[in-house]
Each structure stands twice: as structure tokens, then as C-alpha cells.
């Protein structure tokens, strides 16, 4: 079984500009979750959806929003960039029933 | 809310010796999950052993196994005969009660480095 894939692993974005990160999670996981991680915060929680309603979101400005689609794609948005968006970006995929969070290998974010 | 601290920001082990991380946990649920994530250089975080805490019986995966306190509200992670292979990112989560969010809340981590 395919693991939970994320797109792209590495993007250089400039300040000011904005960016949508993609994850497929497990075939037959109808939950995502996304997490920010950096050496200073270390991971943080971002949004949680579920059967494409978002069950629970993290302590982000606005400027971050997600979305999942019917199949259990899911994508986040960055707009805006600032320089302290860089990080990298873990999304997580589950049944949803109280099973263990499946991670991707994260799409590494540099703001300049 | 819900914090998870881990006071060993490095430690390191011999190959083949046993080395115990720490994690301490603040909840006022009587209901949660507990888990131990290890994130090698390349990036995946991979899930290395889970604890409900409604069970008594500490968790146990092959060389891993947890020491989990309830009272104490403490959850270590002890390594037998380690491998070159298990140094890494080691990270204490706690999810809330069944039902609920998955969301997990991290400790800071703690890196391992495991010496030949």
C-alpha cells in the first residue's frame, strides 16, 4: 500500500507571494492532518479534516487555509508568505476511527 | 491545554546498550493516547509504539517499550540493544480521548545518537 505522498518536497517562495501545498494520503484514510515544524516552535498542529469538513484547526493566522476534496486529497494555502513560514510542512494521514497519524515525508518551505 | 515535555534535548547510547527517553505529559482527560514518533534525516516521521491510557499494561514493539506512569503522568521510551539504525528524532505526542480530534500535541524531541 502506498504511503501518504506530499508535493513537492522542496519550494523556494519570496515574501509576499502565496503557495499550495499538496498531500494523498493512504488509500482509505478519510482523515488528514497537517503540522508545521521548525527548530524554534518544533510541530505544531495546523488543521484537521475529515470526510472533507474541518473537525479542528491550530492557533494559525488566516493566512493559512486547507481544504480536502472528495477522494481524501488534501491541500494547504499560504498567502502572503513571510519569512517565518519556512518550515517544513508534515501532513498525516488516519482511518479516522482512532487509528495511529501515518506521516508523508513533508515539503520542505524556504521563504526569501 | 494539553502539554507534552521532554527534558533530554540529546542523549546518545553505545550499539548494543539500552538507553531510556524521557516524557512527561499535562492532561486533565482520564481518557488519551500516547505515542513515541522517531523522524530519521529523512523527514518521515514513523511511529515507533502507541499506549491507550485506559490500559494498564505498558505498550511493547520488539527493542521498544514504554514505561508509562499514569499518576505520575510520565511516558518513557526505553531501547534495548541499539542499533546504529535508531538514531534519530525521537518525539513524545499525546492525542485526547476516542472520538475527538486526532490532533496531536508534541514534545519538543529528543535526538539520539547511537555510537558504534
Known amino acids: 500500500k502506498a504511503g501518504v505522498t506530499q508535493t513537492p518536497r522542496y519550494l523556494i517562495k519570496t515574501r509576499g507571494q502565496q503557495v499550495t501545498l499538496s498531500c494523498s494520503p493512504i488509500s482509505g484514510h478519510r482523515s488528514v492532518s497537517w503540522y508545521q515544524q521548525t527548530p524554534g516552535q518544533g510541530l505544531q498542529f495546523l488543521f484537521e479534516?475529515?470526510?472533507?469538513?474541518?473537525?479542528n484547526k491550530g492557533n494559525f493566522p488566516g493566512r493559512f487555509s486547507g481544504r480536502q476534496f472528495s477522494n481524501s486529497r488534501s491541500e494547504m494555502n499560504v498567502s502572503t508568505l513571510e519569512l517565518g513560514d519556512s518550515a517544513l510542512y508534515l501532513c498525516?494521514?488516519?482511518?479516522?476511527?482512532?487509528?495511529?497519524?501515518?506521516f508523508g515525508n513533508g515539503t520542505r518551505l524556504t521563504v526569501t | 491545554a494539553q502539554t507534552v515535555t521532554q527534558s533530554q534535548p540529546e542523549m546518545s547510547v553505545q550499539e548494543a546498550e539500552t538507553v531510556t527517553l524521557s516524557c512527561t505529559y499535562d492532561?486533565?482527560?482520564?481518557?488519551?493516547?500516547l505515542f513515541w514518533y522517531k523522524q530519521p534525516p529523512s523527514r518521515q516521521m514513523i511511529l515507533v509504539i502507541r499506549q491507550e491510557a485506559y490500559k494498564q499494561q505498558n505498550a511493547t514493539e520488539n527493542r521498544f517499550s514504554v514505561n508509562f506512569q499514569k499518576a505520575a503522568k510520565s511516558f518513557s521510551l526505553k531501547i534495548s540493544d541499539s542499533q546504529l539504525g535508531d538514531a534519530a528524532m525521537y518525539f513524545c505526542?499525546?492525542?485526547?480521548?476516542?472520538?475527538?480530534?486526532?490532533?496531536?500535541?508534541f514534545g519538543k524531541g529528543t535526538k539520539l545518537t547511537v555510537n558504534p
Open positions: 479534516y475529515f470526510s472533507e469538513t474541518q473537525r
Open positions: 505526542a499525546y492525542r485526547g480521548p476516542q472520538g475527538g480530534s486526532e490532533k496531536l500535541v
Open positions: 492532561t486533565s482527560e482520564s481518557d488519551y493516547y
Open positions: 498525516a494521514s488516519s482511518t479516522g476511527r482512532n487509528s495511529p497519524l501515518h
